[in-house]
């Protein structure tokens, strides 16, 4: 089992809509969650961090957290083709310590 | 500007030679990161350091090598060991505590030829 899964998708939805990212991981110490975009040549950047369960919101983007479940989802709300990147989920702690394992990703197209 | 930054950004590589890729931060952190990153896949973390000195291998260490001899600086040397190079190489940063956020540098695409 991976540390950290993601659907690899593609992820297509259309322009306004709502897309829906999901991450499940296997170490249940885990203790910070984070979500990355990263567009086609391009680094990694943050997007989002939660640690806490619940929902946390910033803007356009939602994360939600479900430790019980081990699993952690990102929402982006009114799609735009500009959010179309491949998205990182990231996890830190546990039996990793501060160490950040990522997942492989997942690929959205937002159709215009 | 407080950042990451890495060199070159492209880099080309005979079989057999050592390269040495550059990482430097003005951005005070103690954590400094390498990930590897192949086409259509996730990071794999390659070496940590947490602090000056200090360094603990990743998930895929082997045929790599690097230091810290500087809290600024964290060189990644990819080795004649390292089989497969190839690869998107992307260096970060961050604080190293629980909630902190690693920030990348712009990467460097080395290929073996």
């Known amino acids: 089992q991976k540390e950290v899964e993601q659907n690899s998708g593609p992820l297509s939805v259309p322009e306004g809509a709502i897309a829906s990212l999901n991450c499940t991981y296997s170490d249940r110490g885990s203790q910070s969650f984070f979500w990355y975009r990263q567009y086609s040549g391009k680094s990694p950047e943050l997007i989002m961090f939660?640690?806490?369960?619940g929902d946390k919101e910033d803007g356009r983007f939602t994360a939600q957290l479900n430790k019980a479940s081990q699993y952690v989802s990102l929402l982006i709300r009114d799609s735009q083709p500009s959010d179309s990147a491949t998205y990182l989920c990231a996890v830190m702690g546990g039996t990793g310590g501060f160490k950040t394992i990522f997942g492989a990703g997942t690929r959205l197209f937002v159709k215009a | 500007d407080g950042g990451i930054t890495q060199s070159p950004k492209y880099l080309f590589r005979k079989e057999g030679q050592n390269v040495t890729l550059s990482c430097e931060q003005n951005?005070?952190?103690?954590?400094m990161y390498w990930y590897r990153q192949d086409p259509g896949q996730g990071l794999r973390l390659i070496y940590y350091?947490?602090?000056?000195?200090?360094?603990q291998k990743g998930d895929i260490a082997e045929g790599y090598s690097v230091s810290r001899e500087k809290k600024e600086s964290f060189p990644l040397t990819v080795t004649s060991a390292q089989k497969n190079p190839t690869a998107f190489y992307l260096c970060?940063?961050?604080?190293?505590?629980?909630?902190?956020?690693?920030?990348f540098g712009q990467g460097t695409r080395l290929t073996v030829v």
């Open positions: 951005l005070n952190h103690d954590a």
């Open positions: 350091s947490q602090i000056v000195n200090d360094f």
């Open positions: 939660i640690y806490s369960n």
């Open positions: 970060a940063s961050s604080l190293g505590g629980r909630d902190t956020e690693a920030f």
